[in-house]
């Protein structure tokens, strides 16, 4: 299977980055598992090149893969930067 991503400049104003690592935007994740069928967190990684360095973003694809990705506690990415909600010091969060 290949990966598909949208050009990350253009993702960017409209998505949420959930694989700061690797660039992936909630996009591609969301095309992963609607338009690809990925039903696991390894069939998202091996579609969207997401998730194969630091692993901080596998909660994130876990929980889309669930169904939710609404903020739902320190965790949760800040609207504004990105980081962790618990992390993020940005005026956003
Ligand atoms: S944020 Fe996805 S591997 Fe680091």
Redesign the pocket.
């Known amino acids: 299977m290949s990966a598909t991503t949208l050009p990350v400049q253009e993702a960017e104003r409209i998505d949420r980055l ?5 660039q ?1 935007v909630e996009s591609t994740i969301r095309q992963a598992i609607d338009a690809q069928g990925a039903d696991s967190l390894n069939d998202v990684l091996d579609q969207t090149c ?9 909660l ?2 876990r929980r889309m893969l669930a169904g939710d990705l609404d903020p739902c506690g320190p965790f949760s990415p800040c609207e504004g930067c990105g980081l962790a909600n618990k992390l993020c010091e940005c005026p956003a969060g």
């Open positions: 959930i694989c700061h690592c690797f992936v997401a998730g194969r360095g630091c692993n901080a973003c596998h994130r694809i």
